[in-house]
């Protein structure tokens, strides 16, 4: 069975990358290398392409498992394994290098933390918040011999979080959470969907400059999630989605602080989105608008 894992994982991971238009190879090799047997639970299994009724496996073969298809943990809250091909393209677009911290909200069962495990190497760190205490407990077991992940079971939105460098965000937001903002070193990079739950929103990467209140801004592609509690507001959905309806490629800066001008995509409080670049921009990323659901 093992042989026939690793025979599934290799094209598996070929696959997916082929989804994600990445050559990076640390993206391959890491979900070549992370097992998806211990996270997805006993089969059988309900799997769906985003958007489409769930369907269940005959059987627990684990070749079911190794395709580019969201995965059931709780099919009845919609709460999934997120759809590899997607993934595999945020982190190739926020570049997680070795030896990097990260801050991981919404763990779920571990896989993407294990993913974000192999990124960052053994010289990395990987913080990551599950709110979930059943899902908390199962990443826990999941996660007990990777030596560079710490797992903390509460609010990934408070105001001790740790410096980092990255922050990958697995579930939706109507706003970036201040605290997310705070955390992160400057050059670092927070990815998040901005898309409060009910919303097709998208993924949004925000990089922190040096210095200065206007930081580098982009989707990296159509995002749908779970929402994140804490982080929801109705209004905000509503206004998200009509500005989503009028197009989202053109957004190239988040801003703090002063008025919104001419320039403004989306506003909320205390930040806007525009469509005026930052003094510093971020490295060229084309949107990915086919991979939407997590």
């Known amino acids: ?17 082929a989804a994600a238009r990445t050559a ?54 919609g709460l999934n394994i997120g759809m590899p091909g997607a993934h595999a393209y945020w982190l190739s677009g926020c ?17 993407y933390t294990a993913i974000l495990a192999e990124l960052v190497g ?18 826990r077991e999941n996660l007990k011999d990777i030596a ?18 990255v922050i990958y965000v697995c579930a939706g937001a109507a706003q970036p959470a201040m605290e997310w903002l705070d955390a ?14 009910g919303v097709h929103g998208g993924m949004l990467m925000i990089t922190r400059p040096d210095q200065g209140v206007i930081w580098s801004a982009k989707f990296l592609g159509r995002a749908q999630f779970i929402g ?7 209004d905000a959905g509503r206004r998200l989605a009509e500005a989503f309806a009028k197009g989202w490629e053109s957004v190239q800066s988040l801003r703090r602080g002063d008025a919104p001008d001419a320039t403004c995509w989306f506003a909320g409080e205390g930040w806007w989105l525009s469509t005026a670049p ?7 990323v084309r949107p990915h608008a086919d991979i939407t659901q997590a």
């Not at 990260?102 to 896989?111: K, N, P, R, S």
């Not at 053994?122 to 990443?139: F, K, M, Q, S, T």
């Not at 560079?148 to 460098?165: F, N, Q, Y």
């Not at 994140?228 to 109705?234: R, S, Y």
Request: glycine share 10%; proline share 10%; with cysteine.
């Open 184 to 197: 992160l070193r400057p050059g670092g990079r927070l990815v998040f969907p901005l898309a409060p739950e």
């Open 95 to 111: 570049a997680v290098r070795k030896g990097e911290t990260v801050l991981q909200i919404g763990a779920g069962t571990g896989y």
């Open 228 to 234: 994140c509690a804490g982080l929801q507001d109705a």
């Open 1 to 17: 069975m093992e042989d026939r894992s690793a025979k599934y994982r290799a094209f598996y991971a070929q696959l997916i990358c």
């Open 24 to 77: 990076d190879p640390r993206i391959e090799q890491a979900f070549r290398t992370v097992e998806r047997e211990p996270f997805v639970g006993p089969g059988p299994w309900s799997i769906s392409v985003g958007g489409h009724p769930y369907v269940a496996t005959p059987d627990d073969d684990p070749a079911f498992i190794y395709q580019n298809t969201l995965l059931a943990l709780d099919s009845t809250r």
């Open 122 to 139: 053994p010289g990395g760190r990987v913080y990551a918040y599950e709110i979930d205490e059943r899902l908390a407990a199962l990443a």
């Open 278 to 284: 930052a003094p510093v921009p971020t490295d060229p």
């Open 148 to 165: 560079v992940v710490e797992l903390r079971e509460r609010s990934g939105i408070a105001s001790d979080l740790p410096s980092v460098d």
